[in-house]
Nanobody, 120 residues
């Protein structure tokens, strides 16, 4: 079965950088758009960045100029490069992807989440 596995979270100080990775595995035929969401305790989950299958990107206003989303289709992986991190970036980050299996039917998939904590 298809699954998304995230990695790269951790504890960093304000101003530092971190790169998150999310790799899709399983019986994959094709991957459409891939996104990163985040959720802080007591707050709703929000879209951070999105990249289409064609490479078009969108970012939340709060991360524009600091975060960069990219993908490596050969590795079925999406990345989120986070620079100039701020305490308000602290949250659990979740990978999301639209994936078709061998059946050619697209479905939504979520990663398990990886914690990013920005604190001095």
């Amino acid at each position: 079965q298809v699954q998304l596995v995230e990695s790269g979270g951790g504890l960093v100080q304000p101003g530092e950088s971190l790169r998150l990775s999310c790799a899709a595995s399983g019986s994959i035929y094709s991957i459409g758009a891939m996104s990163w969401y985040r959720q802080a305790p007591g707050k709703q989950r929000e879209l951070v960045a999105r990249i289409s299958s064609g490479g078009n990107t969108n970012y939340a206003d709060s991360v524009k100029g600091r975060f960069t989303i990219s993908r490596d289709n050969a590795k079925n992986t999406v990345y989120l490069q986070m620079n100039s991190l701020k305490p308000e970036d602290t949250a659990a980050y979740y990978c999301f992807a639209i994936i078709s299996a061998a059946s050619r039917n697209y479905a939504n998939y979520w990663g398990q989440g990886t914690q990013v904590t920005v604190s001095s």
